[in-house]
């Protein structure tokens, strides 16, 4: 059975940082395109970042750029999401998934308040 389980949101002043961190078992990230969404209820899931199975050219929603930085650690089969200079913008549920295969973890619920 495949899981994902992402870590490392919570409640955070703006200007805060956080990592998040998605773990898979049952299935190896090796190889595959992953991503973060996020959601804010009642408006659609939208992609934050993706990284390619080689780890090279990750893409970034225009609003987080130079701000998130999405990394993968193969041998240790997690994705990661440091997120810098956070924003009250930036509040959301926040997923991680592997589209190829309509996997998705929980979420991790991200506050950005003062």
């Known amino acids: 059975q495949v899981q994902l389980v992402e870590s490392g949101g919570g409640t955070v002043p703006p200007g805060g940082s956080l990592r998040l961190s998605c773990a898979a078992s049952?299935?190896?990230?090796?190889?595959?395109?992953v991503t973060w969404y996020r959601q804010i209820p009642g408006k659609q899931r939208e992609l934050v970042a993706g990284?390619?199975?080689?780890?090279?050219?990750?893409t970034y929603l225009e609003q987080v750029k130079g701000r998130f930085i999405i990394s993968r650690d193969d041998a240790a089969n997690t994705v990661s999401l440091q997120m810098n200079d956070l924003r009250p913008e930036d509040t959301a549920k926040y997923y991680c998934?592997?589209?190829?295969?309509?996997?998705w973890g929980q979420g991790t619920q991200v506050t950005v308040s003062s």
């Open positions: 998934s592997v589209l190829m295969f309509d996997y």
């Open positions: 049952g299935f190896t990230f090796k190889n595959y395109y």
């Open positions: 990284i390619p199975g080689d780890g090279s050219r990750p």
